[in-house]
C-alpha cells in the first residue's frame, strides 16, 4: 500500500559540520591542533557555542531558515496485522518509531495517505474508513464501503490523486473505487493480466498499490502493483477496467503481506519503496526490480502495508 510526498530533512548538525571544518583548517596549516596560531580546543568550544547561540537565534522565527535543509530520504508509514503504525526514514529503517492505532473497529487492511487533504486514512475488515493520527494513534470513523471488501491483509491499498477515490484490490481480484468521505463505493472490472501479457491467463495475486505523482492536483498518474505470486510489478491502466501489465521482475519472493509507497520528490521525480519479509527495498518502476536497503526495526517488522507520511497539500 502506497503513497508519494515531497521532502525535506536537516543537514548533520552545524556544530560537528564546523568542527570538522577546525579540525581541516589544522591540517592544511601542517601541524595539531593548539600551536602557535593553529586551533586550540578552547577555541574550539568557545567557536562551537558563538555558533550555537548563532543558530538558536536565527531559527526562533522559522525554526531553520531554508537554506539549511536539504533533500534527504523520506520518512514512509506502514502498519502491521495488528494494527500497530511503523514509522521510519527511508535511509533508516531500523531505526522504527512505533504508534498502536486506537479505536478501530475491525482489523486493520492497510493504511494511504490522502493527498486532497494530507491526512492519513486506512480500512478495516469491517468495511469501515477510518482517518488515523499517526502522532497518536487515535482514528475517526469517517465512513463504510456500501460494497463489502472481501479481501483483507493480504491487498493493496492507494488513493488516486487525480480523482481523490481509494482504490482497495483484493487478493482474489476484486477491484474497489471508494469515495471515503461518503463511503460510496464502485465494484470495477476484476483484475487479469493483459491478453498479450507475458503473465496473461494466470490468476493475479495484488499485494500491495501505489500511484505515481500522489499529489494533490496532479496532472497525470499511474497505478503500480506487486503481484506476490508471480513475483513482478505490474501497471493497471485502465485502473477501472482491471487491466494488468507487467513491468518486470522483482527479483525477490514477495510474500502476500507486504507494501508498496511512491514518493515524489521536489523534481517531480517519483521513488518507489516496497516492503515484505521484515526488509525495505528500493523499486525500479521502468524494470521492477527491487534492491535491499535494510530491515525494519530490530527485530525486524512485518508490514501489511506501506505510505508516504502524510503532508498537508500546498494552499
Known amino acids: 500500500m502506497p503513497s508519494s510526498v515531497r521532502y525535506t530533512r536537516l543537514l548533520p548538525p552545524l556544530e560537528a559540520h564546523h568542527d570538522r571544518k577546525l579540525r581541516r583548517h589544522d591540517a592544511e596549516a601542517g601541524g595539531p591542533p593548539g600551536i602557535g596560531g593553529r586551533t586550540s580546543a578552547a577555541r574550539v568550544r568557545v567557536r562551537r557555542t558563538s555558533l550555537l547561540a548563532a543558530v538558536l537565534v536565527a531559527s526562533a522565527p522559522t525554526l531553520l531558515a531554508p537554506s539549511l ?27 522504527i518509531r512505533t504508534v498502536r492505532s486506537t479505536g478501530l473497529g475491525g482489523r486493520l487492511v492497510g493504511v494511504d495517505s490522502r493527498p486532497a487533504d494530507g491526512h492519513l486514512f486506512g480500512l478495516t475488515t469491517s468495511n469501515d474508513v477510518y482517518r488515523i493520527d499517526p502522532t497518536t494513534g487515535t482514528s475517526t470513523l469517517v465512513s463504510t464501503l456500501t460494497i463489502p471488501f472481501d479481501g ?10 487525480q480523482t481523490d477515490r481509494l482504490r ?18 464502485a465494484a470495477d472490472s ?7 501479457d507475458r503473465n496473461a491467463g494466470k490468476r493475479p495475486r495484488i499485494a500491495a498499490a501505489a500511484y505515481t505523482n500522489a499529489v494533490a492536483g496532479a496532472p497525470t498518474t499511474r497505478l503500480f502493483e506487486i503481484d506476490a505470486e508471480q513475483d513482478v510489478l505490474v501497471v493497471q491502466d485502465p485502473p477501472n477496467d482491471g487491466i494488468l501489465t507487467t513491468v518486470g521482475p522483482l527479483g525477490v519472493d514477495f510474500a502476500p503481506l507486504s507494501g508498496l509507497a511512491i514518493v515524489t520528490d521536489a523534481a517531480g521525480v517519483d521513488h518507489a519503496y516496497a516492503a515484505t519479509g521484515g526488509k525495505l527495498y528500493t523499486v525500479d518502476l521502468a524494470t521492477g526490480h527491487a534492491d535491499p536497503v535494510g530491515p525494519i526495526g530490530d527485530p525486524p517488522t512485518t508490514l501489511v502495508s506501506l505510505a508516504a507520511t502524510p503532508e498537508a497539500p500546498a494552499p
Open 190 to 196: 476484476p483484475l487479469a493480466y493483459a491478453p498479450a
Open 69 to 95: 535543509l536539504a533533500q534527504a530520504g523520506p520518512t514512509l508509514i506502514g502498519s502491521t496485522d495488528d494494527g500497530t503504525l511503523v514509522i521510519f526514514e527511508a535511509d533508516r529503517p531500523q531505526a
Open 168 to 185: 482497495v484490490l483484493s487478493a482474489d481480484g476484486q477491484n474497489l473505487r471508494i469515495n471515503v468521505t461518503l463511503g460510496a463505493t
Open 152 to 161: 483483507d491483509v493480504r491487498s493493496g491499498l492507494a488513493f488516486n490523486p
